[in-house]
Structures are given as structure tokens and as C-alpha cells.
């Protein structure tokens, strides 16, 4: 028996069921979804094809020619650090040999002015003669010794950290936090309670009470400056009983964290950093905490964002539309995180700071 279809509109009877809605509808609305289907499918065939020529067409060349010109001013750079410990060392074979002709010729000094006094005393007796012949020798040995070994120069191979340079290996756009491996490097800080910590795309500045110590992109440790005022962050209040805990901006968006002392709820924010228009809203499970340190936001790779849930020491991965995409527990408690440049993921804890490849 035939059926009405689904679509009110239309007065045939059903001839197939649409397995894109599971609806009965009658054959020229079936072929009209097939069409419209269809229709899609030179579009994406037509920018798989884009794609591909833009691949095609890259200058490789002229893409890493840009980064081997940095890898070129680095090994400058090296050779000119090489070739400094070299002359230093130089320096350093010349006085110890200046030093060592030095030492025999005072020797040497001294004894023409004995034997001299004993020759115009004419008191020199046989003791004397045994005593300076056997200094002569020494020196004479000693002379022999030094110009046939010469000084002794033990030389290390030179070690190359892979460290020192770091290359992207080609991977999908997606970071995972929640395979976090080891941290590659760990560096220790004071056991304070201040949290605060930013960065750029080539140092990291770190509150360690009494200093602020800056480090670099490989954590070596380049300055540090006096500094024993409390450098905790404001809290504003946007609503009678919430706070605006943290805000941290990336590509025209602002990323608010937002903690309500009523209900305990807490929520991430995005607006529009020139409209301040809402775009975004994801609450996320972290009791109130009024301390020192808060649940905090950074920015990461790809227009996405880390949370960092203090209090129960969670880290929220959250997408570029506000979508938690992972969540991980992480020990010890931490307070902070960062991103040093593009792909170095810093994790303050009360003792350490522990750095991650991303």
C-alpha cells in the first residue's frame, strides 16, 4: 500500500525512504536530494584540486632557505664562540709556558748568585758543591723533561646537545593534552606562593620572590631583577557576585574566566576584543578559590586555549568555538602555564617550572 510522504507540501505518494532522514518521501523530492547532494560534491572535488596545485606550486627552496638562513646565523654564531674558547686557550698555553720558563730561570738566577758570593767568599766547601751540582741537575732534568713533553693539553671531543635545535616534525593540526609526555627540561624556582609568569616568543619572565628571572627559549637563566612587591594579578568584578578571574587575548578574541561565588560555577568566555560581543561559553567544574593563584587561561597553538582548573588540578584543552576537547588531571599542583613561543608549553608548580614540546 503506498504512502503519503513525508514532506506536507507534497501531494505524491511515497515511492522510497531517504536514508539521510529516514523519512518516506516520493521519487522527485528522493531525486532532488540526490541532486542537491550531488551538486556539493564538485565544490569539495574542485578544492581538494585548489589544494593540491597550492602544494604543488610551493617554492620549497625559498620556504627553507628563510629557516636555514636562521640555522646559518646559529652556526655563525658557534664558530664565533669556538673560536674565542680557542684564544683563550692559546693564551692560556702561552702564560703557562712564560710561567714555566719563569719559574727555572729564577731558579737559575739564584744559583749564579750563590755560586758568585761562594767565588768571591772562596769559602765554598764540599757540601756546597754536592748541593748546587744537584739543583743543576734538577733544573737540567727538568729543562730536558719540558722540551721534549712539553705541557700537557688534554683535549674532549665536543658534545652536541640535540637540544640546541629544535625542528617541527610535520604533524596534524591537533594537540593532545591529554598524552602529554615528560617534560623535556624542568627548571626549579623558589617555593612561593606567587603564580605569576608571562612570556613572549623568546623569553619567559617569572616571578621568584625576591626577583623576577628571565630565561630564554632553551631555560637558561639570562637575568634576574630585584623586585619584592606582590606581583598578583587583579580580580573584576563583572556582576554582583562574580569575578573576572583571568583574561588572556589571541587573534581579536578576548578568553575571560569567570568565577560565580554563588553557585560555584566557573565558565570561560569568548568575545570579540573590538566588540566585546559574547561569541562563546563553556562552564567548566572548578570550585571558588579566593588565593593567591586562580583558575587561569592561556593561549595555545591554532586559536585554541588552555584552562588551568587550580583547584582541582585539571587542564582543560578548549577548541577555537569553546569546546572542551580534553580534559587531564596533572601532579604536582600547579598554579600556571604559558606558551614560550610556538611550541614550548611551561608548567609552574610550587617547586618547578616544567617545560613540554607541543
Known amino acids: 500500500m503506498s504512502l503519503s510522504g513525508a514532506i506536507e507540501t507534497c501531494k505524491r505518494k511515497s515511492r522510497a525512504i531517504c536514508h539521510c532522514c529516514n523519512n518516506n518521501i ?9 541532486d542537491l ?3 556539493q560534491m564538485n565544490p569539495l572535488a ?7 596545485n597550492q602544494l604543488s606550486l610551493l617554492n620549497v627552496d625559498e620556504i627553507i632557505d628563510k629557516y636555514r638562513q636562521k640555522l646559518d646565523k646559529w652556526r655563525h654564531e658557534c664558530h664565533a664562540t669556538v673560536d674565542r674558547f680557542y684564544e683563550e686557550k692559546c693564551q692560556e698555553l702561552q702564560q703557562r709556558y712564560v710561567e714555566k720558563v719563569v719559574e727555572k730561570r729564577k731558579k737559575l738566577h739564584q744559583l749564579k748568585l750563590k755560586i758568585n758570593e761562594l767565588i768571591r767568599e772562596q769559602e765554598a766547601r764540599h757540601d756546597d758543591i754536592s748541593s748546587l751540582k744537584a739543583t743543576i741537575n734538577g733544573i737540567e732534568r727538568d729543562v730536558n723533561q719540558y722540551e721534549e713533553n712539553g705541557i700537557v693539553v688534554d ?3 665536543l658534545i652536541i646537545n640535540q637540544n640546541l635545535v629544535y625542528i617541527e616534525q610535520w604533524a596534524s593540526n591537533e594537540l593532545t593534552i591529554s ?5 623535556y627540561r624542568t627548571v626549579a624556582c623558589s617555593k612561593d606562593n606567587w603564580s605569576a609568569m608571562t612570556s613572549n616568543n623568546h623569553f619567559l619572565l617569572v ?3 625576591p626577583n623576577l628571572c628571565l630565561y630564554d627559549e632553551q631555560l637558561t637563566h639570562v637575568k634576574e631583577y630585584p623586585w619584592e612587591f606582590i606581583s598578583n594579578d587583579k580580580c573584576t568584578s563583572c556582576n554582583y557576585d562574580e569575578l573576572i578571574n583571568n583574561i588572556a587575548y589571541d587573534n581579536e578574541t578576548l578568553a575571560l574566566i569567570i568565577e560565580n561565588r554563588t553557585n560555584n560555577k566557573n565558565r570561560i568566555e569568548f568575545r570579540s576584543s573590538s566588540t566585546f560581543d559574547p561569541l562563546w561559553s563553556t562552564t567548566f567544574n572548578a570550585a ?14 591554532h586559536n585554541e586555549w588552555l584552562v588551568i582548573d587550580h ?3 585539571h587542564l582543560l584543552h578548549v577548541s577555537k568555538d569553546g569546546q572542551v576537547k580534553a580534559k587531564r588531571s596533572y601532579k604536582p599542583t600547579f598554579n600556571n602555564a604559558v606558551v614560550l613561543g610556538t611550541n614550548i608549553l611551561a608548567i609552574k608548580t610550587a617547586d618547578n617550572i616544567n617545560c613540554y614540546r607541543i
Request: proline share 6%; hydrophobic share 30%.
Open 155 to 157: 683535549v674532549n671531543p
Open 179 to 183: 598524552t602529554l609526555s615528560s617534560p
Open 207 to 209: 616571578d621568584q620572590y
Open 26 to 34: 516520493c521519487l522527485d523530492h528522493l531525486k532532488e536530494r540526490v
Open 288 to 301: 571558588y578559590c579566593f588565593a593567591p593563584w586562580k583558575n587561569r587561561v592561556c593561549v595555545l597553538k
Open 311 to 313: 583547584k582541582n588540578s
Open 46 to 52: 574542485d578544492e581538494i584540486n585548489t589544494l593540491d
Open 37 to 39: 547532494i550531488n551538486s
